[in-house]
Nanobody
Framework: QVQLAESGGGLVQPGESLRLSCAPS????????MAWYRQGPGKQRELVAT???????NYRESVKGRFTISRENAKNTLDLQMNNVKPEDTAVYYC?????WGSGWVGQVYWGQGTQVTVSS
């Protein structure tokens, strides 16, 4: 069983930065592919960024150049650095863990409870 706990959300103004963290409680973190998702008000959950066990990253087009996903296996941490945030980035952000396959997952996927990010002036 893998438990995920997100932190770092809050209220920020457009153009500011925010760093989200996810702390998986598992000894097998280095073997997991990780991702950040978000769900805005009235919207479906969408994939924001992925980082596989080898460190390869992928981003949705709207956050490329602004967001950076990173992981530190020795510390069991997954981060999402969000720069130049926009009102449309407002959402609950979730981290997820499992085995990525193509544009989806195969097998068990673990989810955190989410952390709210609000971008507003």
């Amino acid at each position: 069983q893998v438990q995920l706990a997100e932190s770092g959300g809050g209220l920020v103004q457009p153009g500011e930065s925010l760093r989200l963290s996810c702390a998986p409680s598992t000894r097998i973190f280095s073997t997991l592919d990780m991702a950040w998702y978000r769900q805005g008000p009235g919207k479906q959950r969408e994939l924001v960024a992925t980082i596989n066990r080898g460190g390869t990253t992928n981003y949705r087009e709207s956050v490329k150049g602004r967001f950076t996903i990173s992981r530190e296996n020795a510390k069991n941490t997954l981060d999402l650095q969000m720069n130049n945030v926009k009102p449309e980035d407002t959402a609950v952000y979730y981290c997820a863990a499992g085995t990525l396959w193509g544009s989806g997952w195969v097998g068990q996927v673990y989810w955190g409870q989410g952390t709210q990010v609000t971008v507003s002036s």
